[in-house]
Every structure is written in C-alpha cells, then in structure tokens.
C-alpha cells in the first residue's frame, strides 16, 4: 500500500517538474535588456519602457513592456508583445544563426521609436499615443547595397504617404526618386510583427 502511494507521489512530481520545464522554455523573459524613461503623453508625468529577452528559448525572442504612469495610481502596464522586436537568432541555411538587428529605443517629443540595425540596413518604426493605443506614424529605412548606392524609404502614415530615393554613395548624387499615396488602415503597436518565419 506504502509502495504504491510512494510511486504516484513520485509520478505525481515527475508530472510537475516536467510542466515546470516546458513553461520556462516556451517562455522565459527573465533578462533585462534596457529600460527607458520618458514622456509618451502630455500628462507631465514619466512613463517608462523596458525589454526584456528569453534567455532560454534558442531564439533568444525579447519582448517590449510599456508603462504609462498615472497620478495617484502609480504605473500601469499597457502593452505587453514579444513581437515587435526581431529575434537575436534565426534559423538560417547553416543552422541557427546569430541576427544582431535590435539596436535602441527612444522616447522624443512623445514619440516611441523602436530601431533595428542589420549589416548594411537601418529601420525605425515610430508610435504616438492615441487614446489606449499606441498608433503607427512613420517607418524609416535605409540601406547601403554593393553597387554604391543608399536607398532610403520614409512612410508618413499620417498622411499615407510613401517616399523612395537613391543615391549614390559617392557623391550623393540622386539617382531615383519617387512619392506614392498609400491606402491603408491605421497600424498600431500591437499589429508590428517583426517575428518572421526564420524565427519558429
């Protein structure tokens, strides 16, 4: 009787143990990456951000955390997504391979902008705080190839508009240059995936 209350405590933690492991691969944000002060609203009141990253799953995934700060509540947590960053690693033709692309954060005239660098590519992705939501006003890239040229792309989703130019890189001179109206929806935080199919 002992002898099998002791094999079905013992199962009983084995069950336990096991659930434990799979939660901590599947998501396990415990390194602190940065943390960012600043206004993202009129309210004179600091709100904050931080990024953390999963140190366990082979990707290394982070996730950005919003704070916003409210008078005599202290601070609220108002987004939560492991999406708008790029993963470190991916999975490549040679295997996992190593994708330093999240470079900064910056809080400016209340304007959120998330950065990402990767070899000879520059891209940012700027929000503004509209009601609860933050909303998607401008994306920037820029890109130097090996034909001496910089290509560069500004979205104004205020005004739907969409800018290209190239130059070259030797004497800046203007090679192509091009203004397109956009129709789209709004875009917001939540919606930016920098997630791609590399990164499963």
């Known amino acids: 009787m002992n002898n099998i209350l002791f094999k079905k405590i ?13 939660a901590q691969e599947s998501s396990n944000f415990n390194h602190l990456v940065l943390t ?18 999963d140190t366990v799953n082979k990707f290394r995934p982070y996730r950005l955390e919003i704070y916003l700060s409210k ?3 202290g601070k609220i947590l108002s987004i939560s997504t492991d999406k708008a960053i790029t993963p470190e690693y991916f999975l490549g033709s040679n295997g996992m391979e190593k994708e330093k692309s999240f470079s900064d954060i910056e809080i400016r005239n209340y304007i959120l902008t998330i950065k990402h660098d990767r070899e000879n590519e520059h891209k940012e992705h700027s929000f503004r705080l509209l009601g609860n939501k933050f909303k998607l006003i401008k994306y920037y890239f820029i890109k130097s190839d090996n034909l001496g040229k910089i290509h560069y792309e500004t979205i104004n989703f205020d005004k739907l508009i969409r800018k290209t130019k190239s130059v070259s890189r030797s004497n800046n001179r ?10 789209m929806n709004s875009r917001y935080l939540e919606d930016l995936n920098m997630v791609s199919e590399v990164h499963h």
């Open 10 to 22: 013992i199962f009983l933690i084995i069950i336990i143990f096991t659930n434990y492991l799979t």
């Open 36 to 53: 960012k002060v600043g206004y993202l609203n009129k309210d004179k009141v600091l709100d904050s951000i931080t990024i953390k990253q």
């Open 71 to 73: 008078k005599k509540v």
């Open 174 to 183: 203007i090679l192509d240059q091009n203004e397109y109206k956009l129709r």
